[in-house]
C-alpha cells in the first residue's frame, strides 16, 4: 500500500472501480490534491468492477471517456450497436431502434469491464495529482466541520489516518462511507439474478444487440469486438443456480430454448458469473462533506443498461462543480451537485424500475398492453428519438464533459 502522503487531502475518492477512477481521471489537472483508495488492486482477478462483464456505454459516456482521454484506447476494442431489437418472447410485440435513422455512427458502444479499467488506471498513472492507495480499504469515518477523517486499512500494517476536505462515496451498492455518514437507503428485492457469460453463435453478431423479455425476465444480448456476444440473463434464484451449474451443452440449449434463434445457434459458451439484482437508492447524495456517486448513489437493474452511464454523468457533474473550488467539500457546492443530479437520477430509477415491473408480468391483459406499447413505440419516430437520447441522461444539467467540453470554460 502506498502511504496516504501528507495526510491531508482535498479529496478522497474511496473507491477505484468505473466510476471512482474516472472522478480521479475527471479532476487530473486541476488544482486539488487527490487521493484514491481502491480495496482490489485493478489487476487483480478479484476486481469486483473491472470483472469479466461488458458495459453497453451510450454515447454520452462514449463523449465523457474520449473528452477524459480514454477513449482513443478503448475505442478500437470497442463493438459499435447499430440496432437493438426489442421483443416480447411468445408473443407479437416489437420494436426495432437503429443508429442511421437517428443520424448516429451508433446507438452505443460494448466494452469489456477489464479493458475500460485498464485504459482508466493506465490514465491515472500518468495523471499529475493524483494518488492512489490500493489495495488499501476505508474501514472507518469521522465526520467534522472542516474535515472528514479516514482510518485506512492495508494489507497488514498500523491502519493510516486521512483528513479530506471532502470525501466522495465511490465505494459501491454497499457502501460503507454511505453508512458511516449516516445516509439511508431503499431498496427493492428484484428476487431475480443476472447470468453472464460470452458466447458465440454461428453467425458474427454485426453490431445488432438484442432485448428480449421471457418469462423469468428481461434476457440482452450485446455485441463484442470479435463477432461474439455477452449475455445479461436474468433468472429465479433458484435456476440462475441450476444454469451455473449446467454443462455448456445444456446451458447453450436452454438458453437457444428461453432466447429463440434471431441471432443463429448458440454453439459455444464461456465463464458464467452471476449477480443478485435489487434497487438500491440512496435517500440523500449527500451529507456534511461527504457526497455518493456511481452505484453507492444508485444501483439500478441492469435491463436498461444505464447503472454506469448515469453514475458517470455523476462523476461528471460533481467534477465540474469542485474543480476551481477553495473548498471542494462546501455545503452549497454539494447541494448544487444533489439538486443538478435530481431529475437525472430520478428518472432514470423509475424508468427501470418500471421496465422490470412492466416486462416481468405475465398476466393476459398486461402483456397485451405492453405489446401493443411495443407496436406503437416502433411506429413511433419522435419515441424512438428520445429512447435514442436516454444515454445523455433524463433531464437536468447536462455536464460539461458530456458536450466534449472541458471541466471549467
Ligand atoms: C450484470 C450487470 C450488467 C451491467 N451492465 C451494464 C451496462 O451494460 N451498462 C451500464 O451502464 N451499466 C451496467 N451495469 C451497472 C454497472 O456495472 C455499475 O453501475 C458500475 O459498476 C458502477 O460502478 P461503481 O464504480 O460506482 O461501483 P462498483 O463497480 O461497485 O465499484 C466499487 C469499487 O469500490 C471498491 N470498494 C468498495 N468498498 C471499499 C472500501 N471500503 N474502501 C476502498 N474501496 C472500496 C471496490 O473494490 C470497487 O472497486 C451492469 C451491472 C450488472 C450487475
Same mark, same amino acid.
Given at each position: 500500500m502506498k502511504t496516504p502522503g501528507s495526510g491531508h487531502c482535498d479529496v478522497a475518492i474511496v473507491g477505484g472501480g468505473m466510476v471512482g477512477a474516472s472522478l480521479a481521471l475527471a479532476l487530473a489537472g486541476t488544482r486539488l490534491r487527490v487521493i484514491v483508495i481502491e480495496a482490489v488492486a485493478a489487476a487483480s482477478a478479484a476486481q469486483p468492477s473491472f470483472d469479466e462483464r461488458s458495459t453497453a456505454l451510450?454515447?454520452? %459516456? $462514449?463523449?465523457?471517456?474520449?473528452?477524459? !482521454?480514454?477513449w482513443d484506447e478503448i475505442g478500437p476494442q470497442a463493438a459499435p450497436i447499430r440496432e437493438i431489437h426489442i421483443s416480447d418472447a411468445g408473443h407479437y410485440g416489437f420494436a426495432r431502434l437503429d443508429a442511421a435513422e437517428h443520424g448516429l455512427a451508433a446507438l452505443g458502444y460494448t466494452v469489456a469491464n477489464r479493458q475500460l479499467g485498464a485504459a482508466l488506471w493506465r490514465a491515472l498513472g500518468r495523471s499529475p495529482g493524483i494518488d492512489v492507495v490500493?489495495? %488499501? $480499504?476505508?474501514?472507518?469515518?469521522?465526520? !467534522?466541520?472542516?474535515?472528514v477523517q479516514l482510518t485506512i486499512a492495508g494489507d497488514g500494517g498500523e491502519p493510516q489516518m486521512l483528513q479530506a476536505r471532502l470525501v466522495v462515496a465511490a465505494d459501491g451498492a454497499h457502501s460503507l462511507v454511505k453508512q458511516a455518514a449516516g445516509i439511508a437507503s431503499n431498496e427493492r428485492d428484484y428476487q431475480q439474478v443476472a447470468l453472464v457469460a460470452n458466447l458465440a453463435t454461428d453467425r458474427s453478431a454485426r453490431g445488432i444487440a438484442f432485448e428480449r423479455f421471457t418469462a423469468t425476465g428481461p434476457l440482452a444480448l450485446l455485441p463484442l469486438a470479435d463477432g461474439s456476444y455477452t449475455v445479461?440473463?436474468?433468472l429465479t434464484p433458484e435456476v440462475a443456480q441450476s444454469m451455473l451449474a449446467a454443462e455448456d451443452g445444456e446451458f447453450c440449449r436452454t438458453l437457444q430454448h428461453s432466447f429463440g434463434w434471431?441471432?443463429?445457434?448458440i454453439v459455444r459458451v464461456g465463464k458464467r458469473s452471476s449477480y443478485p439484482l435489487s434497487l438500491v437508492s440512496a435517500q440523500r447524495l449527500r451529507a456534511g462533506r461527504v457526497a455518493l456517486i456511481g452505484n453507492a448513489a444508485q444501483s439500478l437493474h441492469?435491463?436498461?443498461?444505464?447503472?454506469?452511464?448515469?453514475?458517470?454523468?455523476?462523476a461528471a457533474m460533481l467534477a465540474e462543480l469542485i474543480a476551481a473550488a477553495d473548498d471542494p467539500?462546501?455545503?452549497?457546492l454539494l447541494a448544487r451537485f444533489a439538486h443538478q443530479r435530481a431529475s437525472d437520477r430520478r428518472g432514470m430509477i423509475t424508468f427501470t424500475d418500471q421496465l422490470v415491473t412492466v416486462f416481468s408480468n405475465r398476466r393476459g391483459a398486461a402483456i397485451a398492453a405492453r405489446d401493443?406499447?411495443?407496436?406503437?413505440?416502433?411506429?413511433?419516430?419522435?419515441?424512438?428519438?428520445?429512447?435514442?437520447?436516454?444515454?445523455w441522461g433524463f433531464g437536468g444539467a447536462l455536464p460539461r464533459l458530456s458536450r466534449g467540453l472541458p471541466l471549467q470554460p
Open positions: 451510450g454515447n454520452g %459516456a $462514449r463523449q465523457i471517456l474520449q473528452t477524459l !482521454g480514454v490500493s489495495p %488499501a $480499504r476505508v474501514v472507518a469515518l469521522q465526520p !467534522g466541520a472542516e474535515w445479461v440473463w436474468t434471431r441471432a443463429g445457434q441492469p435491463v436498461a443498461a444505464q447503472g454506469f452511464n448515469l453514475g458517470l454523468r455523476d467539500g462546501a455545503e452549497e401493443l406499447g411495443l407496436l406503437l413505440f416502433d411506429l413511433s419516430q419522435p419515441a424512438k428519438r428520445a429512447l435514442s437520447r436516454l444515454s
